[in-house]
């Protein structure tokens, strides 16, 4: 089992930069690849960003090419999602998962954390 837990949103301008960070439970957090999604009001869960156990493999959404970076720290359980040049379309319930394989689709995630609210204001 792994517990996830996210931190860091809140409310910014447009242009500005947040830094989301997760939290997990258990000794075995680096053998997980970990990824990031975004669900907005209204829409679909989305993809943001993925990273491999080891942090040597890295995806991206095309929305967030370019501005967002994740990266993790393993001796310390912790992914973290750094935002950039945010706009008021990334407002969103920001998502980190584990999962065993690194990829880019909901299923390939087997634990979620419960969101972290970011809000960009034009």
């Known amino acids: 089992q792994v517990q996830l837990v996210e931190s860091g949103g809140g409310l910014v301008q447009a242009g500005g930069s947040l830094r989301l960070s997760c939290a997990a439970s258990?000794?075995?957090?680096?053998?997980?690849?970990m990824g990031w999604f975004r669900q907005a009001p209204g829409k679909e869960r989305e993809f943001v960003a993925a990273?491999?156990?080891?942090?040597?493999?890295?995806y991206y959404g095309d929305s967030v090419k370019g501005r967002f970076a994740i990266s993790r720290d393993n001796a310390k359980n912790t992914v973290y999602l750094q935002m950039n040049s945010l706009k008021p379309e990334d407002t969103a319930v920001y998502f980190c998962?584990?999962?065993?394989?690194?990829?880019?689709?909901?299923?390939?995630?087997?634990?979620w954390g419960q969101g972290t609210q970011v809000t960009v204001s034009s």
């Open positions: 258990g000794r075995t957090f680096s053998s997980y690849a």
């Open positions: 998962a584990a999962g065993r394989l690194i990829g880019m689709g909901e299923r390939d995630y087997n634990y």
């Open positions: 990273i491999s156990w080891s942090g040597g493999v890295t």
